[in-house]
């Protein structure tokens, strides 16, 4: 079959690489990809949320299948586009309809579906700027750190967490005045939980579900989880501490009350969810949900799955999960990102990376990346390169990534040394 996805980062980059692989896969399009997707895959220059010229162009290409990567277009509804037009209802589009992915389009949506079935979450509540000063007082009712939440998508950049209440309040209202745009013109706002986190991506075709390898990311761009919140510098699969006891905690009490959930208020939801965790005196509670996989945690969980990603994919759209093992790669797998110099604030793109040829031990997938006219690949974003490796233990796969960076070069290039300190 000939298949679409959708995005141009390291996510999309580690869909098309696992996709390749099938002997299902006759022809792959990535739009509008990067310079490694390039390489295994037809780019197209098409924005995924122009959604008459995805449309006009799976027609063209004749496309059975298109993976969405990115949030954007699955929370703007590319699923019900489809749904709409009879000369797109037969192509496998993998994501869940607008209703589905308001679990992550809005927070406060998300919080509403955890307390009707019973999924452990922190208190909260959520307010608009009509309701301020209640919000104000509502701060002061809570121990810090405070946590405020952008309703709406704000690029990963939408949530804060304030240790002074004056500043929390401060922060609050210029939230609600605009400071995200229309993501924050509600603002929820929940008790902090200390605990440590962790991902668990559950594929499901609205009724049956897989859960995926769990992963760890790391957002801070300083050493130690200190600086500012980028897209993620980093991930380990599985996680050490998610033991057999912790994982059917997760399932009991979050991944099937979710998957009944969808159910119940009959969502079309064929797709994955991405379940922001934190595990708290050994008991896990939901942070957030994401209607996509993550990035980096991609480059992590979809190599260490050994069945063929396009049947998977196939028995999603179908109905059919529950009729397909998964295999998993029992090794684990850590992925370290190379970014630009200024990231996640301003940097410099169109730097020529260098090595790229003598990484033998490392997956190489490509984030921020495209090809010059010269014919070199340079840097076009603030993630460049994300590097995975394969070891018995995170620490051994990180160990091979760190090598690989040392190999690689570009003009400000950094990563942080110290992906998975929090585990040993």
């Given at each position: 079959m000939n298949i679409l996805i959708l995005g141009s980062g390291g996510r999309e980059h580690t869909f098309a690489y696992k996709i390749a692989q099938s002997p299902k896969c006759k022809k792959l399009y990535v739009a509008p990809g990067n310079a490694g997707t390039s390489a295994i895959a037809e780019n197209l220059q098409v924005n995924p949320i122009d959604f008459a010229a995805v449309a006009n162009m799976a027609l063209e290409k004749d496309i059975h299948m298109i993976v969405v990567g990115p949030e954007d277009p699955l929370v703007k509804g590319i699923v019900?586009?489809?749904?709409?037009?009879?000369?797109?209802?037969?192509?496998?589009?993998?994501?869940?309809?607008?209703?589905?992915?308001?679990?992550?389009?809005?927070?406060?949506?998300?919080?509403?579906?955890?307390?009707?079935?019973?999924?452990?979450?922190?208190?909260?509540?959520?307010?608009?700027?009509?309701?301020?000063?209640?919000?104000?007082?509502?701060?002061?009712?809570?121990?810090?750190?405070?946590?405020?939440?952008?309703?709406?998508?704000?690029?990963?950049?939408?949530?804060?967490?304030?240790?002074?209440?004056?500043?929390?309040?401060?922060?609050?209202?210029?939230?609600?005045?605009?400071?995200?745009?229309?993501?924050?013109?509600?603002?929820?706002?929940?008790?902090?939980?200390?605990?440590?986190?962790?991902?668990?991506?559950?594929?499901?075709?609205?009724?049956?579900?897989?859960?995926?390898?769990?992963?760890?990311?790391?957002?801070?761009?300083?050493?130690?989880?200190?600086?500012?919140?980028?897209?993620?510098?980093?991930?380990?699969?599985?996680?050490?501490?998610?033991?057999?006891?912790?994982?059917?905690?997760?399932?009991?009490?979050?991944?099937?009350?979710?998957?009944?959930?969808?159910?119940?208020?009959?969502?079309?939801?064929?797709?994955?969810?991405?379940?922001?965790?934190?595990?708290?005196?050994?008991?896990?509670?939901?942070?957030?949900?994401?209607?996509?996989?993550?990035?980096?945690?991609?480059?992590?969980?979809?190599?260490?799955?050994?069945?063929?990603?396009?049947?998977?994919?196939?028995?999603?759209?179908?109905?059919?999960?529950?009729?397909i093992e998964l295999e998993l790669d029992k090794r684990a797998a850590s992925t370290i990102v190379l970014v630009s110099g200024g990231y996640p604030e301003s940097y410099e793109k169109g730097k020529i990376i260098k090595g790229l040829k003598e990484i033998d031990s490392s997956i190489v997938f490509h984030a921020g990346t495209m090809n010059n006219e010269e014919g070199d690949i340079v840097t076009s974003g603030g993630r460049v390169i994300a590097l995975t490796s394969f070891g018995k233990d995170y620490k051994e796969a990180l160990k091979k990534s760190y090598q690989s960076a040392e190999k690689l070069q570009f003009d400000k290039m950094y990563f942080r040394k110290d992906i998975g300190f929090d585990l040993s």
């Open positions: 019900d586009y489809f749904k709409k037009d009879e000369r797109l209802q037969d192509i496998q589009i993998i994501g869940p309809s607008g209703r589905g992915a308001l679990l992550e389009g809005s927070k406060e949506r998300a919080k509403e579906f955890m307390a009707m079935y019973n999924i452990p979450t922190a208190a909260y509540e959520s307010f608009s700027f009509e309701s301020l000063q209640a919000g104000k007082k509502f701060l002061e009712t809570l121990q810090p750190p405070y946590v405020l939440k952008a309703d709406g998508l704000a690029a990963g950049k939408g949530v804060l967490i304030i240790d002074d209440l004056e500043e929390a309040k401060k922060e609050l209202e210029n939230m609600l005045s605009g400071k995200f745009g229309a993501a924050s013109k509600k603002v929820v706002i929940e008790e902090f939980l200390d605990g440590i986190e962790l991902s668990v991506f559950v594929l499901t075709d609205g009724k049956n579900y897989k859960i995926l390898p769990t992963a760890k990311d790391y957002k801070r761009i300083g050493e130690g989880d200190i600086g500012l919140n980028t897209g993620g510098m980093g991930a380990v699969s599985p996680v050490p501490f998610a033991d057999k006891d912790f994982m059917n905690k997760i399932e009991e009490r979050i991944v099937k009350p979710t998957v009944n959930g969808l159910q119940t208020e009959e969502i079309d939801y064929k797709g994955f969810v991405f379940i922001g965790l934190i595990k708290v005196d050994g008991e896990p509670y939901v942070i957030e949900y994401n209607v996509r996989m993550g990035d980096p945690e991609t480059e992590v969980v979809l190599p260490r799955i050994k069945s063929d990603l396009v049947d998977l994919l196939e028995k999603t759209w179908t109905g059919e999960l529950d009729q």
